[in-house]
């Protein structure tokens, strides 16, 4: 069964440092990857997906991440943080008609 | 506004009382999806429906639980007898039966809160 690890639960940013949000799934044939976004008190917004092709994926809001098939890794990042990109960050794979997520990593921006 | 909507957006009940949740998604939108996520974790799959056929469910789902798409539109979960561990944020997504299927769209969720 695939699973999904985002391996921190709190990345604490400075204003407009980069960042990087790490997801690690597990290996499958072919595999469909996707960044969600959830701001406080809302439903979740997606962010960019890998689906095949160009390995680095851009996103909305200035967001990209890269497909690393050997390291089973869709980790996430963005060049300057800003104040408004405070929420949590859910990474999840494609099986079977359902996603399956990971914990989630709260993105803490420090003025 | 034409995305995902769900009703209510808040329910507190108490222990032992049924509740009923409306997702309404994307119109000409053939699947949708039941998620559950609880405090600090991600959404886990509740069940599926392509158009009114419910496709599949997680062992998630016990006995108490059950989710209708009768006309192949809006859809209701229903969870009878509340406990709570049913305490949660339900969420529904929709996605077209062809294309880019794979993407879902989720609608703002219900915050569920039993007493």
């Known amino acids: 069964a695939q699973s999904v690890t985002q391996l921190d639960s709190q990345v604490p940013v400075f204003e407009e440092a980069p960042v990087e949000l790490r997801c690690n799934y597990s290996?499958?044939?072919?595999?469909?990857l996707f960044w969600y976004v959830q701001y406080p008190n809302q439903g979740l917004q997606l962010l960019l997906k890998?689906?095949?092709?160009s390995t680095l994926v851009k996103g909305i809001n200035g967001f990209e991440a890269e497909f690393n098939k050997s390291q089973t890794s869709f980790h996430l990042r963005k060049p300057s943080v800003h104040i408004s990109d405070t929420a949590e960050y859910f990474c999840?794979?494609?099986?079977?008609?359902?996603?399956?997520w990971g914990a989630g990593t709260k993105l803490i921006i420090k003025p | 506004d034409t995305g995902v909507s769900q009703d209510p957006r808040h329910k507190i009940t108490k222990r032992g009382q049924n509740v009923t949740f409306r997702c309404d998604p994307i119109s000409e939108h053939n699947r949708l999806y039941w998620y559950r996520q609880t405090l600090g974790q991600g959404p886990e799959f509740l069940t599926y429906?392509?158009?009114?056929?419910?496709?599949?469910k997680s062992r998630l789902l016990s006995d108490r639980f059950s989710a209708e798409r009768p006309k192949g539109s809006f859809s209701t979960l229903e969870i009878q007898r509340t406990e709570q561990g049913d305490s949660a944020m339900y969420l529904c997504a929709s996605n077209p039966a062809s294309g880019n299927y794979n993407e879902q769209f989720f609608g703002p969720g219900t915050r569920l809160t039993v007493l």
């Open positions: 290996s499958s044939v072919s595999v469909y």
């Open positions: 999840a794979v494609y099986s079977n008609y359902q996603l399956i």
């Open positions: 429906f392509q158009n009114e056929a419910q496709l599949e």
């Open positions: 890998y689906l095949s092709g």
